[in-house]
């Protein structure tokens, strides 16, 4: 009698019958399906994606060009959202505005993730005092605010465009990750096939690159939903004192402030893009929900 | 528990310095001398003379080890724009403003949201409970900027019942305070929720309900007091979100606080200024790290082994 057999005699299934077999990840995908919020946001996350992609290219309207006869007008048909003091439309604007805000998200977030992996990955798998030193340095970092670190950031490269955002907002953001990587290391580590691949005489870069990353690709991917979320706002915040993304160039940001003097009397020009920026983040909060429940049933909320 | 601390006291001196010497090696990196900034040209002599004054003329080494020294004794130099004052001043004169909205803010927190956490927990999928989730998932993703507009749209400017800008009067407190205080709100809520449910599943508070305790009596002794712990921990990282949120709030609300006067001395490229306030921002919040951890413990004494 078989293993499997075995394990299907004490479950009290049919030992004959065929075993489904399915991975952790086609698992975690029906998860994902089931959960509707989560599969919700993922839809109008992606919905949002592509309309700041293509809505710049099929639009009747150049997002830069100044046109003060229509300035400061509200939603019709022809500018679905209206348009800016200088007559631009705001739909146009806005979806070029969301290339930037997320493409900088994005960018910024696998930075974060890089730095994190590399950290976190060196303390948890070297262990002792190297991790020992590593960790109580994150303790005491932990919850440092990244803003006046981003700030400096910026100040000190002196030009902000795309990739300086980049930089300035992954520079005090990486902690939590760095931990995260490090405790699924730590855990994964005392699991018996790296004891196994060990013994054997697996390498230790076989072991770290074969056993114990590919391992945490689950919490990583939960991780960018995770940070996606703090460094839309943190560009936003950037941009809106006026440190960040600066004109011809926007983001929603960007565009919050150029709406921020005239909110008495044209609100919308500050909420819509405020509201972009709300929306992706809340769906990023629900799809970093969703995964998590996916991935990792074990740690669902009730 | 006290090797711990005391190894956790020691540890928060090298990453103190640490942090000090990111802030100035980042501070030596910026292009631009505040003595060339302006129009007039200055003579060489005066030049030299500033420099020296500033310290600027010695090695790096020397320069981190007077302004260390600075910092352990409480004194984070002289404003290099604004030649009366020192950086002492302005903190004296910003920071208790940024401390008292940052109370404010987490008094509202705690006032909201961990009731809303407490009350949804209690009736889990009630219409309570999705109300006060939806809250919170909304509480996080507005930037906090659209909530201080929209705010003073209609509380200030259309119902005329606050003031709009301002750090004079309690009236002028509430709006800014309550901005900044809708993301911890949104945060305890969810936390608080989370905990209670986990605390309500344990065995200890099956046990009480065995023995026939009140509802009232099992959820103020038994649940409440061991739900409210993370509140405790939770309390440093939110340090940092109130920190990162004040320069939006100070800056729309013009609260006369730190966070406004950051970048504002940015601008000015007042760089002893932005230095002494985030070596002070560091400082608090690796110290705020080093108190929460440490109330952990005495709160909770199952960590104590995990931690020695």
Known sequence: ????????????????????????????????????????????????VVWCVVTPIVSPHDPNEVDFASAYEGPSWSHPFGTDQFGRDLFTRAALGGR??????????????????????????????????????LDALYGLPYLPFAILALAIIGTVDFWT????????????????????????????????????????????????????????????????????????????????????????????????????????????????????????NFIADGLRDALDPRTKET | MAAYIIRRLIWTVPVVLLVILMTFGLMKQIEGNPFRQTERAVPAAVQ????????????WYVQY?????????????????????????????????????????????????????????????????????????IGFALPNFLVATLLIYFVSVKWGLLPTSGWTTWQHKILPSFTLGLVPMAYFARLVRGTMLETLQQDYVRTARAKGLRRRRIVTVHVLRNSLIPV???????????????????????????????????????YSVVMGLT???SIIVIFANLVVDILYTVLDPRTREART
């Open chain 1, 1 to 48: 009698m078989s293993a499997t057999q075995i394990a299907g005699r004490i479950a009290g299934v049919d030992a004959g019958a065929p075993i489904r077999q399915s991975s952790l990840w086609q698992d975690a995908w029906r998860r994902y399906l089931r959960n509707r919020g989560a599969v919700a946001a993922a839809a109008v996350f992606l919905l949002m």
């Open chain 1, 100 to 137: 930037i805000s997320i493409g900088i998200g994005f960018a910024a977030t696998f930075a974060i993730l890089g730095i994190g992996v590399v950290y976190g990955a060196i303390s948890g798998f070297v262990g002792g005092a190297l991790d020992n030193a590593l960790m109580r340095f």
């Open chain 1, 165 to 284: 955002m980049v930089v300035a907002l992954s520079i005090a953001s990486w902690f939590i990750t760095a931990r995260v990587v490090r405790g699924q290391i730590i855990t994964l580590k005392e699991n018996d096939y790296v004891r196994a691949a060990k013994a054997v005489g697996v390498r230790w870069y076989g072991v770290l690159g074969r056993h114990l990353l590919p391992n945490t690709l689950g919490v990583l991917v939960i991780t960018i939903f995770l940070e996606l979320p703090g460094v839309i706002l943190g560009e936003a915040f950037l941009s809106f004192l006026g440190l960040g993304i600066s004109p011809p160039d926007a983001s929603w940001g960007s565009m919050a402030q150029d709406g921020r003097d005239s909110y008495r009397a044209h609100p919308h020009i500050i909420v819509i893009p405020s509201l972009c920026i709300a929306a992706l983040v809340l769906c990023a």
């Open chain 2, 48 to 59: 030299a003379n500033l420099e020296r004054k500033f310290h600027l003329d010695k090695p």
């Open chain 2, 65 to 137: 080890g007077n302004y260390v020294k600075g910092v352990a004794t409480g004194d984070l130099g002289p404003s290099l724009v604004l030649r009366d004052r020192t950086v002492n001043d302005i903190v004296k004169e910003q920071f208790p403003n940024s401390i008292e909205l940052g109370l404010l803010a987490f008094g509202w927190a705690v006032l909201l949201g961990v009731p809303a956490g407490v009350l949804a927990a209690l009736k889990p999928n009630s219409r309570f409970d999705y109300g006060a989730m939806l809250f919170s998932n």
């Open chain 2, 232 to 270: 405790v921990t939770a309390a440093a990282p939110l340090l940092g979100y109130i920190i990162t949120g004040s320069f939006i709030v100070e800056n729309i609300f013009a609260v006369p606080g730190i966070g406004r006067y950051y970048v504002t001395a940015v601008s000015a490229r007042d």
């Open chain 2, 279 to 281: 070596v002070l921002l």
